[in-house]
């Protein structure tokens, strides 16, 4: 990777949408729950495994930047699907081109044909294309990768335990299991937890802490409730918010870059292009940070520093 590294992403939207749902809550539960019609937060069983279930576009496009500068984010789905149209506001935030794909037959919308075809067609319009990253664990992606590669293109796969080919990891240079992603929040569905919380030996850690938790409770109600008094009527000032947005993005670069690191130290550098990727709008100065290098040491209850041979600081997350 290069600073002319230039990258292509498109997103099977559909695809990865249905197999972080059956990953998380059984093979086929998808089409058992009827989940395509139904929305994120809801009181109905769907509606609450959907929400379990939230891909983290922003993750996915955080770790394609780490490739390079992201050219273009292409996600293909049918966007008048409940389910798909719940994810509007992640997909405008980052500015991913929305391509409308209707059912043609039953649920069927021809995405794995248009997004090959695209793909293809970008990279002979824009040879500057570098990396393409594919999101879909689909083997009928494989002959769309074997074509990249023999384009001289990087080829990146990204797609959910149990739904990817072995065929498409094989004819990938590089591939990532969603859940591995950094950022990306392991999530236990509520059937298991509560499953878990029924055990016999969680239920007896319960029974015995029982009387101790609910003294104590009784005995900081009241302190918490002054402590949280003062605190929740506190509002936080736009260069508050400013700061902690900043150090937000530093926390996701870091992540991204130590993915990618051989020891988990980065050079100031490298972090500070990783953040601009993600975020075009960050600038240290406006922060009251003379410096990039300040900016960062002004986060040291987060970082751990070191200095190599020729006095270059380098950095990683405690």
Not at 39 to 61: C, F, Q, S
């Amino acid at each position: 990777m290069s600073d002319s590294s230039r990258v292509a992403v498109y997103l099977d939207f559909d695809n990865m949408v249905i197999s972080r749902y059956d990953n998380l809550h059984g093979d086929g539960s998808w089409r058992r729950d009827n989940a395509r019609d139904h929305a994120p937060g809801g009181g109905e069983v769907a509606a609450k495994r959907l929400a379990e279930a939230m891909v983290d576009v922003g993750a996915i496009i955080d770790y394609a930047s780490s490739f390079g500068t992201v050219a273009l984010t292409r996600a293909y789905a049918d966007w008048s699907v409940p389910a798909n149209a719940a994810y509007r506001s992640q997909l405008v935030d980052r500015a991913v081109d929305l391509v409308q794909l209707f059912a043609t037959s039953g649920t069927k919308n021809g995405a794995d044909i248009r997004l090959s075809i695209d793909s293809v067609n970008d990279l002979v319009d824009h040879a500057d294309l570098t990396h393409v990253v594919v999101v879909a664990g689909d083997s009928d992606y494989i002959a769309l990768a074997q074509r990249c590669r023999r384009m001289g293109r990087f080829v990146v796969g990204i797609g959910v335990t149990g739904s990817t080919s072995r065929a498409l990891v094989a004819a990938c240079d590089e591939f990532s299991d969603y859940s591995d992603l950094p950022g990306v929040r392991t999530i236990v569905p509520a059937k298991q937890a509560e499953a878990a919380a029924h055990t016999p030996t969680q239920g007896l850690a319960n029974a015995s802490g029982a009387t101790k938790a609910a003294a104590k409770k009784a005995g900081t109600t009241k302190a918490a409730a002054k402590k949280a008094a003062p605190a929740a009527a506190k509002v936080p000032t736009k260069a508050e918010k400013a700061s902690a947005r900043a150090t937000e993005l530093l926390v996701r670069a870091m992540r991204v870059g130590m993915e990618k690191s051989d020891d988990g130290w980065l050079y100031l550098s490298a972090v500070k292009t990783q953040m601009q990727r993600m975020d075009s709008t960050f600038k240290e100065k406006s922060l009251g940070h003379s410096s990039f290098r300040a900016f960062v040491e002004a986060q040291g209850n987060l970082l751990d520093f070191q200095a190599n041979d020729n006095g270059q600081l380098t950095v990683r997350l405690r």
